[in-house]
């Protein structure tokens, strides 16, 4: 669909995705274009249903300006999330709303090449069916939000930890069949875009952000970009190991942040102290092999469970040594933990503060915040569906440029 536009389209419509008010004056300032091209390039797509423009004050004070919107229903992409044990596969449309998700269940636990190959097949398959389902001329990119190491710039996932032995898989060639561009993205950089979409602070506005999912992760936006480093290997905060915690991690060295300030991280740390003869409201009475859950050990800690609430509140702390080291690394304003662990807001926001009082450059807190992000499990998949759009329509107003 986007091929089918003319150069000056393409330029102005990357320019309204991405502008937070897209008005004519910062359309013209964005593209380079002159006020009459812009004009007439606003007035074709408003023509083909793909922009709509209307009156409305954005700003606290001032006039009513006219602003450019996206069309709801112009165009869609799909947006594919892998956890352990499940992926979630979500269309959204070009405005970020999110138009239907299911998930898929996925039986095994660690990936050779073959096994990821097929399973991306699997995944690449229900993408087609998703596409299917609504008009397929206006899907415009695949993204895919993985956990472990990915370098987006190549296409390429470098290395999956949880999932898998694997290195440098090309995931463009695994999911060539669904017909449209496809990016591979991390849990944490999917989420920090989707933070940067929906945030009322100022575009340009710095922040990091703290994934905690099966894993631990981080993300950067510095100047409205989100910055992945050389390899994509930035923010790995996860293995940077923590004073006094000997416990293994999957990547192979000692005592990482991940053991701790993760999923997998409590919910291991809560089994090994049950093992240890720990008495919890936790303590398997029936099949020891029940799996124990985040959630089943938020609900222990609020029922004022002592292990499940020490747990939590370490979790809580090794979230603030992350925090602070991103503080004195980055010096950023602001810190958005996202991801499922952000549902345990009301255990971790204390001591992860405290954490952060105790260690951070006391400058660096100086009008600093902490959020917590609402989370669903559908952010993932939107998060990285609204990073192919803006990838898929940087590049197309990029062919443009050289035209
Ligand atoms: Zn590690």
Known sequence: MLNELASDERKVLHAVSSLRIPTRLAILQATGLSNGRATRALQ??????????HEETRQEKG???IIHEIAPGAFFAIGAALTVGCCTIAAVSGTGELLESHQLTIDARAFDEAGLRALLERVGNDVTEAIGRRDPTRCIAVGLSVLGRVDTDRGVWSSGLQYGPFRNFDVGSALHNVGVPVMVEDHARSMAFLERRRSAAPQRQDFAVLYMGEGLGSAFVLNGEIYRGHHGVAGEIGHIALSGNERRCICGDTGCLETVASGSGI??????RMAEGVISILTPRGDPSETLTL????????????????VLQEAGEAL??????????????RIVVCGEGSLLADCLREPMTRRIRERAP???????QIDFALYSPSDEPIGVAMLAIDGAMASAAGTAEGE
């Open 44 to 53: 074709s797509m408003r023509e083909k249903g793909i922009i709509v423009s």
């Open 63 to 65: 006039r009513p300006s």
């Open 267 to 272: 919910v291991a740390t809560a089994k090994a």
């Open 295 to 310: 959630d089943a050990i938020h609900e222990a800690a609020k029922a004022n469970d002592r292990l499940a609430r020490q």
């Open 320 to 333: 603030g040594e992350a925090g602070s080291i991103l503080m004195k690394m980055l010096n950023v304003p």
């Open 362 to 368: 006391l400058e660096s807190q100086r009008d600093f």
